[in-house]
């Protein structure tokens, strides 16, 4: 039983914006070290600026999840790439749709480990003592 370290996930999404068409493949990592995740939140705070409990949610938000994919993506199109990680993004749908499908492609993964562990459990407890 391990979960794997990547995953990968598809978006293709039309910005509500502009209307330009953003459609792409992007590879995450599905766990982090100590260092990544205290890299995310730095990530975080230096978005937000001097005072990052002071911000407003929607900044908080659009922070926390540029943030968390600045960490986890590994791989992804040249448009993100040119968007600097979604620092440049003008869409917040886009955002909004590379950070759901991000979260739930590594959701599912946890999810499986979870269902492999329960299934390895009950059949622990099937043995005699």
Not at 30 to 35: A, G, Q
């Amino acid at each position: 039983m391990a979960i794997k370290n990547t995953v990968d996930f598809s978006v293709d999404v039309v910005g509500e914006l502009t209307n330009n068409s953003y459609v792409g493949t992007f590879v995450a990592k599905t766990k982090l070290s100590m260092r990544e995740t205290l890299r995310q939140d730095e990530v975080r705070r230096q978005i937000l600026g001097v005072n990052p409990q002071s911000a407003g949610e929607d900044a908080q938000r659009v922070a926390a999840a540029i943030a968390y994919l600045s960490v986890h993506i590994v791989q992804s199109p040249d448009w993100w790439k040119e968007l600097e990680g979604g620092l440049k993004i003008e869409e917040l749908n886009l955002l909004a749709e590379v950070n759901n499908k991000c979260q739930e492609a590594i959701d599912k993964e946890y999810k499986k480990l979870n269902e492999e562990a329960t299934k390895a459990k009950g059949e622990l407890e099937k043995l005699p003592v």
